[in-house]
Nanobody, 126 residues
Framework: QVQVVESGGGLVQAGGSLRLSCAAS?????????MGWFRQAPGKEREFVVA????????VYADSVKGRFTISGDNAKNTVYLQMNSLKPEDTAVYYC??????????????????WGQGTQVTVSS
């Protein structure tokens, strides 16, 4: 069983920054391991934000966050970080970290990830 735990959410003014962390534990990940961030605002569907592949650190970003958000990973700690800059009120959501060690053909789809964290709230005030 894999456990995924997010941390680092909070309240910030528009234009500010936050860094989220996601630690995965429970098994040894393989070169297929991919970790992603999704977010869900009230009344909306869960939305892809960014994903990173463990081997090679290749990344995929949603257009809405490209240039503002940066994902990075620390393989030794099985942890990924999401640095969020230039935050906007529309970034307000619960942010979820997800992980998989399967081969992923569609990293933007929530169904690609079997392991999920409990979520952390990010609120951006205008």
């Amino acid at each position: 069983q894999v456990q995924v735990v997010e941390s680092g959410g909070g309240l910030v003014q528009a234009g500010g920054s936050l860094r989220l962390s996601c630690a995965a534990s429970g098994r040894t990940f393989s070169s297929n391991t991919m970790m992603g961030w999704f977010r869900q605002a009230p009344g909306k569907e869960r939305e892809f934000v960014v994903a990173i592949k463990w081997s090679g650190s290749s990344t995929v970003y949603a257009d809405s966050v490209k240039g503002r958000f940066t994902i990075s990973g620390d393989n030794a700690k099985n942890t990924v970080y999401l640095q969020m800059n230039s935050l906007k009120p529309e970034d307000t959501a619960v942010y979820y970290c997800a992980a998989t060690d399967r081969v992923v053909l569609a990293p933007r789809l929530p169904s690609a990830y079997p392991y999920w964290g409990q979520g952390t709230q990010v609120t951006v005030s205008s």
